[in-house]
C-alpha cells in the first residue's frame, strides 16, 4: 500500500449499510417541522453529490447537508454501545446516518481525515451534535446530555470527489493529519473540555464553527 503525506494508506473498514430518508411529518417535532431523520437502506451503487447523498433529505438546512455535513457516517461498534445502553436493538440508519460502517473508529477519527469509498473521496469534517429532533426520534428526553457525555457523535463528511457508491465498499483512509483532534474531542469541546483549545483554534473548521472556535480560550 502507498504512503500518502507521511500516513501509510490502510483498508480501514467496509460500508455495511447506505442510508437515505424522505420528509415525514411526524407528532412529537416540537416546531411541527417535517424531519427526514428515519433514513432506510437502500440497495445498489448509490450517486455521492457535492451536498448530499443520493436522493436524501435534509428536513432542516443548514442543520444537516451542503458542503461541510453531505454525508453522515456511524460506527456500528457505536450502534452496538448504545443497544446495551438502552436495551433496544437500533438497525441501520436509526442515527441518521447516512453510512453505517464497521471496523473503522469513526467518533476517532480525526478532523482533516480522507477516506476513499467506492469512487468518492470524503472528509472528515466535525462531529454530528445531537439535537431536539434527535431525541425525539429516540422518544428519550435527555438524549441529547447522554448521547453528549457518551462520547460518540459519529462523523460528517465533505466530498472531494463524487462520485457512487455501495453497501459492501472497503474504507480507504488515505491520509490522517498531524493533529490529534477527534470529531469526539469536538464534541468534548463544545460541551466545555478546554484540554485541547490551542490544537482546535488552530484546526480549519467549517465557517458555521468559526465563532465559537474563535470564542475558545
Not at 461498534?77 to 447516512?98: I, K, S, T, V
Not at 457512487?164 to 490522517?176: A, F, M, Q, S
Request: charged letters at 25%; hydrophobic letters at 35%; a neutral charge.
Amino acid at each position: 500500500m502507498g504512503t500518502v503525506r507521511g500516513y501509510r494508506q490502510s483498508m480501514a473498514g467496509s460500508v455495511l449499510s447506505v442510508n437515505v430518508g424522505e420528509l415525514q411529518q411526524v407528532d412529537w417535532s416540537q416546531d411541527g417541522r417535517p424531519t427526514a431523520i428515519d433514513k432506510r437502506p437502500v440497495s445498489g451503487s448509490v450517486k455521492v453529490h457535492v451536498d448530499r447523498l443520493g436522493e436524501d433529505v435534509h428536513g432542516l438546512v443548514g442543520g444537516h447537508g451542503g458542503e461541510y455535513q453531505a454525508v453522515y457516517a456511524y460506527a456500528r461498534e457505536d450502534a452496538e454501545f448504545w443497544e446495551q445502553e438502552l436495551g433496544r436493538d437500533l438497525g441501520a440508519g436509526h442515527f441518521g446516518e447516512n453510512l453505517t460502517v464497521s471496523g473503522l473508529p469513526v467518533s476517532g477519527a480525526l478532523t482533516g481525515e480522507r477516506w476513499r469509498i467506492g469512487s468518492t473521496l470524503l472528509e472528515v469534517t466535525t462531529p454530528r451534535i445531537p439535537c431536539r429532533t434527535f431525541a425525539g426520534f429516540w422518544q428519550i428526553p435527555d438524549l441529547i446530555k447522554r448521547f453528549t457525555a457518551a462520547g460518540r457523535p459519529g462523523a460528517y463528511l465533505r466530498v472531494l470527489q463524487e462520485g457512487e457508491l455501495k453497501t459492501g465498499d472497503p474504507i480507504e483512509v488515505l491520509h490522517r493529519p498531524t493533529h490529534s483532534v477527534t470529531v469526539a474531542d469536538l464534541l468534548a469541546a463544545r460541551a466545555g473540555d478546554r484540554s485541547k483549545t490551542t490544537e482546535i483554534k488552530a484546526l480549519t473548521l467549517p465557517p458555521k464553527w468559526h465563532p465559537w472556535q474563535q470564542g475558545l480560550h
